[in-house]
C-alpha cells in the first residue's frame, strides 16, 4: 500500500513540474511558443515596460545645440591662445635681443644689465600667470556651458516625456551603462529630431 502511495505522489510531482515548465515556457494549446514579454492587445515593447535610452554620443555629435556651445568654446580657446602666442613671440623677440646685446656688449653698467633681465624675467613671469589664468577661465565657462547644456536637455526631456510617459531614460555613452539593449529601447533619434526643431540659435 505504501508503495502505492509512492508511486502516486511521483506521478503527481511530474506532473505538476510538466505543468510548470509548459506555462513558463509560453507554449500555447497549439505547442507554439510565445516570444518572452510579448505584450497583450499587439501593443509594442516599450510599453509594456516603458523605459529607454539615449546614446549621448550620438545625441551630442548631432544635437545643433551643443554644436552652438562647442563652438563658442573653440573661438574662446582659439583667441586665448592667440593671445598668448602674440605675447609669448614679443617676450622671445626682446630676449633674442638681450642676448645680442650682451654678446656685444652693448650695456653699459652691469646695472643696467640686471635691470634688463628682471625686467624680462617679470614679463616672462606674467606671460605664465596669463596663460594659466585663460586655462582657468576657459574651464570655468567650459563647465558653465556643459552645465547649461545639462540644464537645457533635461527640460527639454520632461516636456517631451509628457507624451510619451517613459519611467525611466538612460544615458548612454559608448556602451558603458547600457551592455545590451533591444533596438526598441534606442529613443536617440527621435529626441533628437525633436531637440533640433525645438532649438533656435537665438536661445542661446
Request: a negative charge; aromatic letters at 8%.
Amino acid at each position: 500500500m505504501k508503495n502505492i502511495n509512492y508511486i502516486l505522489n511521483g506521478v503527481l510531482a511530474v506532473a505538476v513540474i510538466v505543468l510548470f515548465i509548459l506555462h513558463f515556457t509560453g507554449k500555447n494549446e497549439a505547442g507554439e511558443t510565445k516570444p518572452p514579454l510579448a505584450p497583450e492587445g499587439g501593443g509594442s515593447l516599450s510599453s509594456l515596460l516603458p523605459v529607454a535610452y539615449v546614446n549621448m554620443d550620438s545625441l551630442l555629435q548631432n544635437y545643433n545645440y551643443y554644436k552652438d556651445l562647442n563652438e563658442i568654446i573653440v573661438r574662446k580657446e582659439e583667441s586665448a591662445r592667440a593671445n598668448v602666442n602674440q605675447q609669448g613671440s614679443q617676450l622671445q623677440a626682446e630676449l633674442q635681443d638681450f642676448e645680442r646685446k650682451i654678446n656685444n656688449n652693448a650695456f653699459l653698467t652691469r646695472e643696467r644689465v640686471e635691470q634688463e633681465q628682471q625686467r624680462l624675467l617679470k614679463k616672462r613671469q606674467e606671460l605664465e600667470a596669463l596663460d594659466n589664468r585663460l586655462t582657468q577661465d576657459l574651464m570655468a565657462e567650459h563647465q558653465r556651458l556643459l552645465e547649461q547644456l545639462r540644464d537645457s536637455l533635461s527640460a527639454q526631456l520632461k516636456i517631451f516625456n509628457q507624451e510619451k510617459k517613459y519611467q525611466i531614460i538612460f544615458s548612454n555613452i559608448s556602451s558603458d551603462n547600457i551592455l545590451l539593449a533591444d533596438d526598441i529601447f534606442d529613443i536617440t533619434n527621435e529626441l533628437l529630431i525633436y531637440l533640433n526643431k525645438n532649438y533656435s540659435p537665438s536661445n542661446n
